[in-house]
């Protein structure tokens, strides 16, 4: 299947600015979209969507909204991966080769996701870094100096919400290495010591991934409530 991001790029380089599901109308908008892929076209211009009533703005919100979600999704991945190693310290040993396997795929689809989200915030950063370089440039546009200042007024205020939008996503995510590191290598231990001794070597592991999860979790979701109030901000402007 191919995602409605991947239908997307900006004039300069490939990257994923898809305007929101909702947003769009025509069905012949994404037969359009599919069949120049088909075509060979590799990249499609922010002008292509133009042409239909899409800008930048609504390019930022529609990744943003990704961004969120793949957020949303990270911290399931990795309250399940913690559920899972929690529970290879109360099996018996008998039983460590299934909870290994699954402990294993927790953190496989962990990993996973970590690295969409990265990709996610990169095309925010990407996007946003368009949509401002564009309207600092249009304010000397302006023949009228009142509604000039009104645009760069409106214009710093984004500014300033999106440097704390971005600001907590980046916190987030640097928060989801560390985890994945101490996960990775209580996977590898695991895999060659599927024994008792293992189980209680991994008991002094737990309570440190416990708390590195749970502070995850909130700057995860203090990252997905800026997102939101990004997202609102925007759309009322």
């Known amino acids: ?141 302006y023949d009228n100096a009142n509604l000039r200042s009104a645009s760069e007024r409106q214009l710093k205020t984004s500014e300033a919400k999106y440097a704390d939008l971005i600001r907590a996503m980046r916190r987030a995510e640097s928060r989801m290495e560390p985890v994945l590191n101490a996960f990775r290598d209580n996977v590898l231990f695991l895999k060659h010591n599927l024994n008792a001794q293992a189980i209680a070597s991994l008991k002094t592991e737990l309570s440190s991934i416990e708390s590195n999860v749970s502070v995850l979790i909130r700057e995860m979701e203090a990252s997905i409530a800026e997102s939101e109030s990004f997202i609102n901000d925007m759309k009322q402007a």
Do not use: H
């Not at 300069?12 to 599919?34: C, E, M, Q």
């Open 1 to 141: 299947m191919v995602r409605r991001d991947e239908l997307l790029a900006a004039d300069a380089a490939p990257r994923s600015i898809g305007p929101a599901t909702a947003a769009v109308g025509p069905l012949r908008v994404l037969l359009l979209a599919f069949s120049l892929l088909l075509a060979g076209c590799e990249t499609i211009s922010y002008s292509f969507w133009e042409q239909f009533g899409y800008e930048k703005r609504d390019f930022l919100i529609s990744n943003v909204e990704a961004a969120q979600e793949a957020q949303e999704e990270a911290k399931e991945e990795f309250a399940d991966a913690l559920e899972q190693f929690s529970s290879v310290v109360t099996v018996e040993p008998s039983e460590l080769r299934d909870v290994y396997d699954r402990l294993s795929s927790a953190f496989e689809d962990a990993e996973d996701q970590a690295e969409e989200v990265s990709e996610r915030i990169d095309d925010v950063e990407n996007v946003s870094d368009d949509l401002f370089r564009e309207w600092r440039s249009e304010l000397s546009e």
